[in-house]
């Protein structure tokens, strides 16, 4: 490309990035992804089958989005996550910090196997009734929420569609995943509650809680999503282990799912339909289609060439480099396109186990520090804006640089070190 036709394509991603990021206007965020994708190829920056083939190749990420948002919905609806969160009020017996215990747990389990998003979307109104309904004040616990989406989020390959990204057709076997990502998944949940407790522990001792809470009524629909989401994570994890991608079989489980609770209920889909937040998909398609456009511009392969560099002077150096650089990075682009970027230069050549670990460590992780890292944070922001509580950047800042850098270190050097 000429330097101005490079230069301009540049800006078009930049601007593009930032506006999923910002919302300028309050559009949605896919809007400006796709606005983006289109004025690349519209102004010959980008071949238009290139743009396709970016597209393509987001297709295992497409299937695994439908079929977790399906899942996610359906849970929702029928009441799955409301009863899970009234049983761990009931079960703190008046205790905050009891509670506070329980619904990390919770948020942990969610997280790692139907993904951070469906923690973001679905577990955080139904953490902020039950605590309302315990009279409890609900932001320690909603944090709980934001927070455990990420730091759990690489447990399992389907505990966040960033894995696939960084993976894409290399994800390893299960076996292999867990060897290499339990003890970092460990430190970061565990470092992470107790950061989390620290910045929260004023605020708990002051709590007052009903012990009197209505547990919700878990209609033969809502144990049939319950049943459907433990199919789910046992087909996944089988899928994971025989290496096989892992988006046609989420897919594939949250239609069959939906399916025998629409014939059971004799209810209509398009309810559940209305509920999915398809937009997703035209953001994801639209960021894709970007980081074909940097691959283009030879964006990927200076990467690439300095992580070499880099592993041929110290491996273990530059896999904290990598892992430190991609966190802080999330923070300024969003951690779906720093992804994407990052599993493009994962996928250009041949790298050390322990570099493609950072990344993906820094991948996930790092979003903890801002509102802006994940779109697993922009959703509970989101989800936080519809019950009328304001979190502000810097709130969520002072808990983030505080909880981030101990369980982002502590995880980097089981990875590497280990």
């Known amino acids: 490309m000429f330097a101005h036709t490079t230069w301009l394509a540049y800006a078009i991603i930049i601007l593009a990035t930032a506006g999923v990021i910002i919302r300028p206007f309050r559009l949605p965020e896919a809007i400006w992804a796709v606005a983006g994708a289109i004025l690349l190829v519209a102004l010959g920056l980008l071949p238009w089958t290139d743009a396709l083939a970016g597209i393509r190749k987001g297709v295992d990420v497409y299937l695994f989005l439908i079929g977790m948002m399906l899942i996610a919905e359906l849970a929702r609806r029928e009441g799955l996550f409301d009863y899970l969160a009234a049983y761990a009020v009931e079960h703190a017996r008046g205790s905050p910090q009891l509670l506070f215990l329980l619904v990390y747990a919770v948020g942990t389990l969610v997280t790692v196997l139907l993904s951070n998003d469906a923690t973001a979307i679905v577990l955080t109104p ?18 709980v ?8 989020s690489f447990v399992l390959p389907i505990s966040n569609p960033a894995n696939l990204v ?30 989390l407790w620290l910045t929260q522990r004023r605020a708990l001792r002051d709590e007052q809680l009903r012990t009197d809470v209505e547990k919700p009524h878990l209609s033969r629909e809502g144990w049939l999503a319950a049943f459907g989401i433990i199919a789910i994570a046992a087909v996944l994890l089988t899928a994971s282990a025989l290496d096989v991608q892992l988006g046609l079989p989420t897919f594939v489980c949250g239609v069959v799912t939906a399916a025998a609770i629409l014939v059971v209920s004799r209810q209509s889909p398009w309810p559940i339909l209305k509920g999915v937040s398809w937009g997703v998909l035209p953001l994801v398609g639209g960021l894709f289609v970007m980081v074909e456009g940097l691959s283009l511009l030879g964006a990927i392969g200076q990467l690439s060439a300095w992580l070499h560099q880099g592993v041929s002077h110290s491996p273990a150096g530059t896999a904290w480099a990598a892992g430190l650089i991609t966190a802080v990075a999330d923070n300024i682009a969003n951690n779906l396109p720093v992804g994407l970027v990052a599993g493009s230069v994962a996928a250009s050549d041949h790298l050390p186990h322990e570099v493609i670990r950072a990344i993906l460590i820094g991948v996930d992780l790092g979003p903890n520090i801002s509102v802006t890292g994940s779109l697993a944070t922009i959703l509970w922001l989101t ?14 800042l002072k808990i983030g640089l505080v909880a981030t850098p101990p369980a982002l270190i502590a995880a980097l050097a089981a990875a590497i070190l280990g």
């Open 126 to 143: 139904a953490v902020y009734a039950a605590t309302r309904a315990a009279g409890a004040s609900p932001l320690p616990y909603l944090y």
């Open 145 to 152: 929420c934001a927070f455990i989406a990420n730091a759990a």
């Open 166 to 195: 960084v993976f894409g057709e290399r994800m390893p076997h299960l076996t292999e995943w867990l060897r290499q990502f339990t003890v970092p998944s460990i430190a970061a949940i565990a470092l992470t509650y107790v950061a």
């Open 383 to 396: 989800a936080l804006r519809r019950e009328k509580i304001e979190v502000s950047a810097w709130q969520f």
